[in-house]
Nanobody
Framework: QVQLVESGGGLVQPGGSLRLSCATS????????MGWYRQAPGKQREKVAL???????KYIDSVKGRFTISRDNTKNTVYLQMDDLKFEDTAVYYC?????????????????????WGQGTQVTVSS
């Protein structure tokens, strides 16, 4: 059963924008820390942005001021608005809910927390 459904990737020129969406169930949305991660070819997966249920957020330095993570409580959906995209933003982007995002937000997490991943969506920044 798919718990997280992602959409919104694509091809964009440098300086352009994309918005990623991650839809989930109310049970997960209302209880889990959620986040966006990315994995570029030949590199390890890295966290990009995190959001907790009260809307507080964290970002990696390389996307601060360019990316915005947000939540829509009426749609049980988390978004990643990506502006001023750069070549180095090219990667497969994954949505996470639960253990991994909790661990990175709070620098620790109970291992009993379920961990959910989306299927990934490709973002390519190219001229």
């Amino acid at each position: 059963q798919v718990q997280l459904v992602e959409s919104g990737g694509g091809l964009v020129q440098p300086g352009g924008s994309l918005r990623l969406s991650c839809a989930t169930s109310p049970r997960i949305f209302n209880n889990a820390v959620m986040g966006w991660y990315r994995q570029a070819p030949g590199k390890q997966r890295e966290k990009v942005a995190l959001i907790i249920t009260d809307g507080s957020t964290k970002y990696i330095d390389s996307v601060k001021g360019r990316f915005t993570i947000s939540r829509d409580n009426t749609k049980n959906t988390v978004y990643l608005q990506m502006d001023d995209l750069k070549f180095e933003d090219t990667a497969v982007y994954y949505c996470n809910a639960g253990y991994t995002a909790t661990f990175h937000y709070y620098y620790g997490a109970a291992t009993s927390i379920p961990d959910y991943w989306g299927q990934g969506t490709q973002v390519t920044v190219s001229s």
